[in-house]
């Protein structure tokens, strides 16, 4: 059974650009949360999408966004990018959403670098 | 706002000990769950055990086990008979029982077995 996958692995921009990142949930999975870990902030949760609809949303700008598609299939965009965006951008996906043992799914992440 | 705190400095433990990684949280839910992760240098988060709220038991799973304390609101991980591959850092985190999938992490542990 296939894991979680994001791409790409790793990529740099430079600031003002924007970027847009790809995970592919495991099968079935209808859910997929995106996180943004960096070592001064730590794992922060940036937002949720079940069924093509955003459940949740972190504390994060506008700038910030994601979509899902009917396949399940997420990508989240960052538009003007800033330096302090530079992190590694972890997937998760579950079968369900929000009850009880539930587990979420992490993928390996996406290391963004920003000049 | 659910808070999890782990605060123990980076650790080093040799093969074959047990070792304890400590984990406070703050939450004004009634239900709820707690995780443990664990993230390798590669950076995915690979998921090891899972406590509810509610259960009465500790949870294990093979050489996890999680010391659950609820009246002092901790939930510890104990990893028996370490091994070379247990070296990574370790995250606690917690969600509500129901709603959503949005889980709150501490800051980690780092764990660095030593032969």
């Known amino acids: 059974k296939a894991g979680v996958t994001q791409t790409p692995r790793y990529l740099i921009k430079t600031r003002g650009q924007q970027v847009t990142l790809s995970c592919s949930p495991i099968?079935?999975?209808?859910?997929v949360s995106w996180y943004q870990q960096t070592p001064g902030q730590g794992l922060q949760f940036l937002f949720e999408?079940?069924?093509?609809?955003?459940?949740n949303k972190g504390n994060f700008p506008g700038r910030f966004s994601g979509r899902q598609f009917s396949n399940s299939r997420s990508e989240m965009n960052v538009s003007t990018l800033e330096l302090g965006d530079s992190a590694l951008y972890l997937c998760a996906s579950s079968a369900i959403t929000g009850t009880g043992a539930n587990v979420l799914t992490f993928g390996a992440g996406s290391r963004l670098t920003v000049l | 706002a659910q808070k999890i705190t782990q605060t123990q400095p980076g650790m080093f433990v040799q093969e074959k000990e047990a070792v304890t990684l400590d984990c406070t949280y703050d939450?004004?839910?009634?239900?709820?769950?707690l995780f443990w992760y664990k993230q390798p240098s590669s950076g995915e988060m690979i998921f090891l055990i899972y406590?509810?709220?509610?259960?009465?038991q500790n949870a294990t799973e093979g050489r996890y086990s999680l010391n659950f304390q609820k009246a002092r609101k901790s939930a510890n991980l104990v990893i028996s008979a370490s091994q070379l591959g247990d070296s990574a850092m370790y995250f606690c985190?917690?969600?509500?029982?129901?709603?959503?999938?949005?889980?709150?992490f501490g800051k980690g542990n780092q764990v660095v077995v030593i032969p």
């Open positions: 939450t004004s839910d009634q239900s709820y769950g």
């Open positions: 406590q509810g709220s509610y259960d009465e």
């Open positions: 999408y079940f069924s093509e609809t955003q459940r």
């Open positions: 985190a917690m969600r509500p029982s129901y709603g959503n999938n949005r889980l709150a």
């Open positions: 099968s079935g999975h209808r859910s």
